[in-house]
């Protein structure tokens, strides 16, 4: 169960769906970790493109797949996730 429920579609006020729409086009997806930020809406705008340029691949990406590959296991790990 998660610790801090996200924040659904229906229940999003229009600053939040603006911090939704900017993720899809970002990221062609809201991610679970952008609806948990959307509780603070002033962060999400700040924090949701700093994801994306960690999280985007290409010529362009902040940081190494390789390096992302790990990090998203050990986190799995921890938290006894089954990815």
């Given at each position: 169960m998660a610790?801090?429920?996200i924040?659904?579609?229906d229940e999003a006020t229009p600053e939040v769906r603006a911090v939704y729409d900017g993720a899809t086009?970002?990221?062609a997806?809201?991610?679970n970790?952008?609806?948990t930020f959307a509780h603070a809406p002033e962060l999400a705008k700040w924090v949701v493109?700093?994801?994306a340029a960690i999280q985007?691949?290409?010529p362009d990406s902040m940081l190494d797949p390789r390096i992302k590959e790990l990090a998203i296991i050990r986190?799995?790990?921890i938290n006894d996730c089954f990815f």
């Open positions: 610790r801090l429920p924040v659904r579609d086009g970002l990221l997806f809201v991610s970790l952008t609806r493109p700093m994801i985007r691949g290409g986190t799995s790990t």
